[in-house]
């Protein structure tokens, strides 16, 4: 069965330092995700990606984050300068693009920022 | 404007009781698709099952049931005969057409062996 793989699965980081977390999407999808989940809280949308440009960004996704699918695999999500506030489970999820079918979603990077 | 709500924070119940896990989505869209994810501690997000909301017959897969009534606007998963495997945060993800998925707060479900 095809999946959404993300690497790492852990990355601890120094506050300040710039972070680069990586998600190959299911090779036939079109539309990319990032989530975020700050422990025991909820799923929260950063951005969605379609067609080599941000679809729409939460308020969130201030101008420390950023996206690019820069050789058309990799689904990357950087952090430039990361604070302690951005430490939570980072889920990257793909579909196929249509609207009643289910994103699905790779195991998550647990970002600690330290 | 979206609302999604999941009421319940935490339910525990004893292995092979049935449980019922409430989501109510409020939006003035007529389309909309209403899906389940399950979080097991490991931390995943796995896809359990998937609504139109131009369709509200009831279903069952298993031991999974769910039921959908648009009129309030309720979507409502079922366990029957809850396993201890079955422990786990349960997100309620409903999205509007050409949307994103958005996440309820999720009910951390515990089957008590």
């Known amino acids: 069965e095809p999946e959404v793989t993300q690497t790492p699965s852990h990355q601890v980081t120094q506050m300040g330092q710039e972070v680069i977390l990586r998600c190959v999407p299911i090779s036939n999808h079109l539309y990319f995700y990032w989530y975020r989940q700050i422990l025991g809280q909820k799923v929260e949308f950063l951005v969605s990606?379609?067609?080599?440009?941000?679809?729409?960004k939460s308020e969130i996704f201030d101008d420390q984050f950023s996206v690019e699918r820069p050789d058309g695999s990799n689904f990357t999500l950087k952090i430039r300068s990361t604070k302690l506030e951005d430490s939570a489970m980072y889920f990257c999820?793909?579909?196929?693009?249509?609207?009643?079918?289910?994103?699905?979603f790779g195991q998550g990077t647990r970002l600690t920022v330290v | 404007a979206q609302k999604v709500t999941q009421a319940q924070t935490e339910i525990s119940v004893v292995e092979k009781e049935d449980v019922t896990l409430d989501c109510v989505y409020e939006?003035?869209?007529?389309?909309?698709?209403l899906f389940w994810y399950k979080q097991p501690p490991s931390g995943e997000l796995v896809f359990l099952i998937r609504r139109n909301s131009f369709d509200e017959q009831n279903e069952i897969s298993g031991r999974y049931s769910w039921n959908f009534q648009k009129s309030t606007s309720s979507f409502n998963f079922t366990i029957t005969a809850s396993q201890v495997v079955d422990s786990a945060v349960y997100f309620c993800a409903p999205r509007s057409r050409d949307d994103k998925i958005i996440f309820g707060k999720g009910t951390r479900l515990h089957i008590l062996p």
């Open positions: 999820a793909t579909e196929a693009g249509q609207a009643n079918t289910e994103a699905f």
């Open positions: 939006t003035r869209d007529t389309t909309y698709y």
């Open positions: 990606f379609y067609n080599n440009e941000i679809s729409e």
